[in-house]
């Protein structure tokens, strides 16, 4: 029982490590001198403690990846948020099965239908607007205001609940991270 719960600390410190200030500062240092982000495991090939002097490096053994002087010698800010909101993104892009992919380019598809029938302006945004939920069914109540057949708009909504249920069974969240792929 003991060791079962060493091995669950030691794991939700091991993912803790990764999304703090000094865990991602580790990351961006790794991508910075050409190491692969991804193979850094907190509590398994990199170590930090904070001492009380500020965190410093226990453990270092990424392969590939010289180990940093200290703490101090890494970049810390802005750029390395930006890098590190940039890198999760595209961990959670490139982790999406290519059904939901492919789903969720149909889904973008489908608003651009839906704006190219409303008369909106956004209709040639290239990649499709993310459009709220509200402002689709707005969309949907302007097409048929403005005489649009009531097949269109039927049709054109069904589709959308379609793909809606298609990839609610991907992530109930889905739309949160949806985003136009290219190249599929």
Not at 57 to 78: A, L
Not at 158 to 176: G, H, N, T
Request: glycine share 8%.
């Amino acid at each position: 029982m003991r060791y079962i719960t060493i091995v669950l600390a030691t794991l939700a410190l091991a993912s803790v490590c990764q999304a703090s200030a000094p865990g991602k500062r580790i990351m961006y240092y790794v991508h910075q001198v050409g190491g692969d982000p991804a193979s850094v495991d907190f509590g398994k090939n990199v170590g930090l403690a904070d001492r009380g002097e500020g965190v410093k490096i226990t453990k270092w053994k990424v392969p590939g990846v010289p180990r940093p002087y200290d703490m101090g010698s890494i970049v810390d800010g802005e750029a390395v948020d930006a890098w590190y909101s940039d890198y999760a993104a595209a961990k959670v892009q490139s982790s999406k099965p290519i059904e939901q992919k492919v789903g969720e380019n149909k889904f973008f598809a489908l608003i651009t239908a839906v704006l190219t029938e409303a008369g909106d302006a956004r209709k040639d945004q290239v990649p499709p607007p993310k459009l709220t939920f509200t402002e689709i069914d707005e969309l949907l109540d302007v097409m048929y205001a403005a005489g649009v057949k009531d097949k269109v708009v039927t049709r054109l909504s069904i589709k959308l609940l379609s793909v809606d249920a298609y990839l609610k069974r991907f992530s109930a969240a889905w739309w949160d991270d949806a985003e136009y792929h290219t190249g599929l």
